[in-house]
């Protein structure tokens, strides 16, 4: 079993940053493939970026990238999303997503995943 924690979420004005922690237990980051997706009120869950488990390979959303990075901090059994120029459009919960046993690739798919975390607020204001 693998159990995931996010953390970092908050109230941010538009053109801010927020950094997003995915905190795992039960099996080491190193082996897991990791994605962060997203959902707005009345919306479907989202993609937002994802890892390959190695970290070598990262996909981000047309929406975000160049804004937000994806990264790991195997030390600490934590994956980052780093999130700057905030816009109220990406206003969400936050989802962390681990998956086992798939392809060292970074995935987009959220039935791809075994494991989810709680969600964290996120929350950016004009």
């Known amino acids: 079993q693998v159990q995931l924690v996010e953390s970092g979420g908050g109230l941010v004005q538009a053109g801010g940053s927020l950094r997003l922690s995915c905190t795992a237990s039960?099996?080491?980051?190193?082996?897991?493939?990791v994605g962060w997706f997203r959902q707005a009120p009345g919306k479907e869950r989202d993609f937002v970026a994802a890892?390959?488990?190695?970290?070598?390979?990262?996909d981000y959303a047309d929406s975000v990238k160049g804004r937000f990075t994806i990264s790991r901090d195997n030390a600490k059994n934590t994956v980052h999303l780093q999130m700057n120029s905030l816009k109220p459009e990406d206003t969400a919960v936050y989802y962390c997503?681990?998956?086992?046993?798939?392809?060292?690739?970074?995935?987009?798919?959220?039935?791809?995943?075994?494991?989810w975390g709680q969600g964290t607020q996120v929350t950016v204001s004009l």
């Open positions: 039960g099996r080491a980051v190193s082996n897991l493939r």
């Open positions: 890892s390959s488990r190695s970290g070598g390979r990262t």
């Open positions: 997503a681990a998956d086992v046993w798939g392809a060292d690739r970074p995935i987009r798919v959220p039935g791809e995943y075994d494991y």
